[in-house]
């Protein structure tokens, strides 16, 4: 007697996450690329590099990087990073300004 056929169990795909985010301070849409590269050091070791650019305003944010960073993960580190240079610069202005504007 023969042995019988096994079904296969179906692969389960992944999906892989976005790599082109929107950039709300340009106004367009889907203009921010986000990679990750292993840079070697001079020393010998090696380094991960998270980079994220627009290419209609050429404003560009590196960060350290892990093996288990993701693209998302630099967006929002960037955009985080925007929140509070800003909240910074609110904190430095003057309530009592009548005009409501900051002076530095």
Known sequence: ???RKSTSKPVKRV???ET?????FCNYGRNIQCRIYKVKLASGGEKWIGTADCYICHEVF????????????????WIDECERVN????????PANKRNRCEF
Do not use: R
């Open 62 to 77: 590196h960060t350290q990087a892990t093996a288990l960073t993701e693209p998302i993960d630099i967006y929002s580190e």
């Open 87 to 94: 909240n910074e610069l609110l904190d430095k202005c003057e």
């Open 20 to 24: 082109v985010f929107s950039w709300p």
């Open 1 to 3: 007697m023969g042995k």
């Open 15 to 17: 999906e892989k996450l």
